[in-house]
């Protein structure tokens, strides 16, 4: 299989990095973020993409307002437009969510009958973290508890609470758990910088600036958990006084970008709510008809296309989800990592006025993809996840051309 050939190689140029740095392989093991490092000198010899990062957005679109007619993108997908205009965006149209609608987050990073399987950010991240060496296999970050998208045969808890977040990527378990908010002992950079200081003398002046802007992002991301406090993860819609979508999606969104940038982790997913909706909307440009700022529950908008009182409410949600995509892109792009990474985006329904999987809004960025509206005819999800494990040498399929055992990958879209 491809991906155990580029395992074999790499693990070698892994170990040898580490000889030729002089560093004890016991000090690498014991900080995720030195591990980091060393990974980073391998990859910095290496061609194309080697980092993953899966999207879930919820609700679908509106076709005729999602895709563009031309180089200018419509409402719903505006907040893209720099990347579209850029060629670092392919937006998929005729795309099929299997088993589209409410309810089944366990067929979103999957195909339809997913038990007893992984997911595709959890195959994913066993795999490139075989070929890389990465502490963190897969990072599972959301905004709202559930245990379906992500799954390694059964159900993997998604990650809610950015201080848990944080605390595995730097205590280097595999992925996934609970939402628990109890905050380290002490801070994180604590933890790490004596250990990674006195080895400096060992490492390269860019190396030694990368380490520190790392330390410096950890403690951007450590007082900014302080100060907003969202409280694990987001509230349920029973909870009218709920101001934790906005704050949590942006800080898991910072944090992958981190785990990305850090190289502890190649795989991460990022979940802004779930296909049931159970969340509430607070970010800025969520605003009643009046035009004041009004937090509502996801699901408001979603059968009520008629209603002179929910008059703009399924454009505004859907472009609010699409501002954190492109702020996702955004700090991606910052960080110089979109070359090196394949952001896949896929979401629970296609037009909302039908609540099926037709016409389901989904979208690659980075990695080389040839940019521009791609008509892929009707092919699902597990079609684009295909095309996507191919484009990173992930090929585990039984002829060692395919991803997996899924069907044909989406052709043209790298």
């Given at each position: ?7 074999d190689k ?34 910095e010899?290496?061609?194309?993409p ?46 099929t ?12 990073f ?8 992984q ?32 799954r ?7 990650i ?11 205590a280097?378990n ?16 604590d933890?790490h ?31 900014t ?5 969202p409280?694990?993860?987001c ?17 898991m ?28 909307l ?5 605003k ?113 051309n ?13």
């Amino acid at each position: 299989m491809r991906y155990k050939n580029c395992f074999d190689k790499e693990r070698r140029d892994f170990l040898s990095a580490i000889k030729r740095s002089g560093i004890a392989l016991g000090a690498i093991q014991a900080s995720s973020m030195l591990a980091g490092v060393m990974m980073a000198r391998v990859a910095e010899a290496q061609t194309g993409p080697g980092k993953s990062v899966a999207v879930f957005m919820p609700g679908g679109c509106t076709p005729a307002k999602f895709f563009p007619a031309g180089g200018n993108l419509p409402i719903q997908t505006a907040p893209l437009q720099s990347h579209y205009s850029a060629g670092r965006v392919a937006l998929l149209k005729n795309a099929t969510m299997m088993n589209g609608g409410h309810g089944v987050m366990f067929n979103r990073f999957n195909d339809p009958n997913p038990w007893g399987k992984q997911s595709f950010d959890v195959n994913l991240g066993k795999t490139l973290s075989a070929n890389s060496n990465a502490p963190v296999k897969w990072l599972n970050l959301g905004t709202t508890p559930v245990s379906e998208l992500s799954r390694d045969s059964a159900g993997i808890p998604t990650i809610t609470s950015p201080q848990a977040a944080l605390d595995v990527l730097f205590a280097g378990n595999n992925g996934g758990g609970g939402g628990g908010a109890v905050a380290p002992r002490k801070s994180l950079v604590d933890v790490h910088y004596k250990a990674v200081n006195e080895l400096k003398t060992k490492l390269g002046q860019h190396e030694k600036e990368k380490l520190d802007s790392h330390f410096n992002s950890i403690r951007e991301l450590e007082g900014t958990i302080t100060s907003t406090n969202p409280g694990g993860s987001c509230p349920a819609i029973t909870n009218t006084s709920a101001v934790g979508f906005d704050a949590t999606s942006k800080l898991m969104t910072d944090i992958a970008v981190l785990a990305l940038s850090c190289n502890l982790s190649y795989s991460v997913s990022l979940a802004f709510g779930t296909d049931e909706h159970l969340h509430v909307l607070d970010g800025a440009m969520i605003k009643d008809t009046t035009g004041a700022y009004r937090p509502r529950p996801s699901h408001d908008s979603h059968h009520n296309q008629g209603n002179p009182n929910y008059a703009g409410y399924y454009d505004q949600d859907v472009t609010y989800y699409m501002s954190l995509t492109a702020q996702l892109l955004d700090k991606l792009q910052a960080k110089g990592l979109m070359d090196s990474t394949v952001v896949t985006q896929v979401s629970d329904m296609g037009n909302v006025d039908a609540h099926s999987g037709q016409n389901c809004p989904m979208l690659v960025a980075g990695g080389g993809v040839r940019g521009g509206t791609i008509d892929v005819g009707g092919l699902s999800q597990v079609n684009l996840f295909q095309a996507v494990g191919v484009r990173l040498k992930a090929n585990q399929g039984t002829n060692g051309n395919l991803f997996r055992n899924w069907g044909s990958p989406i052709s043209g879209l790298f």
